[in-house]
T-cell receptor, first 113, second 112 residues
Framework: GENVEQHPSTLSVQEGDSAVIKCTYS??????FPWYKQELGKGPQLIIDIRSNVGEKKDQRIAVTLNKTAKHFSLHITETQPEDSAVYFC????????????FGKGTMLLVSP | NAGVTQTPKFQVLKTGQSMTLQCAQDMNHEYMSWYRQDPGMGLRLIHY???????DQGEVPNGYNVSRSTTEDFPLRLLSAAPSQTSVYFCASSTGYNTEAFFGQGTRLTVV
């Protein structure tokens, strides 16, 4: 089955800095790559996703890049703010009817004022 | 619009007891899933369903049972609780594969 590795496990930045979280996946058939943000005591929430026919996608301060040849994708957060502090999960999924999401182990991001 | 509702939010069980974690969604989503979240392990899929009457196993199904009799509800049953099942459980729903999954607030289960 699919295996998703996520790094780093923790990331501390100063407010205003950029943060980058990287993930690799093992199954070349995967074609959907979402990122979820989980705040303390809450369920994960989708922040951005990318499909295999796109190399990069941006949404305000958040961007995701995908390199299918190398089988890795990354989350980029610019101009970080304290409210960006949370656990971030990457995931991968194949595009078949019964496909399921395989999640990375998560990155705890701490943005200090 | 309630989204995905999980009950209870907290539960303490004794080893060997059984219980059902409830999950309901009001978005008419076909896909529903159960995950467990353990420190340093991320989210691991327990069971999932692609529609009423259809369920399948995920990565860690042992000790859990599910059924899907309606589109709205997807309960997770612990048959005989073990300390290894101490975890935070999340239910999620989506319109289909490769679409946004909406998660509930979670159930924190402790087995003593």
């Amino acid at each position: 089955g699919e295996n998703v590795e996520q790094h780093p496990s923790t990331l501390s930045v100063q407010e205003g800095d950029s943060a980058v979280i990287k993930c690799t996946y093992s199954d070349s058939a995967s074609n959907y790559f979402p990122w979820y943000k989980q705040e303390l005591g809450k369920g994960p929430q989708l922040i951005i996703d990318i499909r295999s026919n796109v190399g990069e996608k941006k949404d305000q301060r958040i961007a995701v890049t995908l390199n299918k040849t190398a089988k890795h994708f990354s989350l980029h957060i610019t101009e970080t703010q304290p409210e960006d502090s949370a656990v971030y999960f990457c995931a991968a999924s194949m595009g078949s009817g019964y496909s399921t999401l395989t999640f990375g182990k998560g990155t705890m991001l701490l943005v200090s004022p | 619009n309630a989204g995905v509702t999980q009950t209870p939010k907290f539960q303490v069980l004794k080893t060997g007891q059984s219980m059902t974690l409830q999950c309901a969604q009001d978005m008419n989503h076909e896909y529903m899933s159960w995950y467990r979240q353990d420190p340093g392990m991320g989210l691991r899929l327990i069971h999932y369903s692609v529609g009423a009457g259809i369920t399948d196993q995920g990565e860690v199904p042992n000790g859990y049972n599910v059924s899907r009799s309606t589109t709205e509800d997807f309960p997770l049953r612990l048959l005989s609780a073990a300390p290894s099942q101490t975890s935070v459980y999340f239910c999620a729903s989506s319109t289909g594969y490769n679409t946004e999954a909406f998660f509930g607030q979670g159930t924190r289960l402790t087995v003593v």
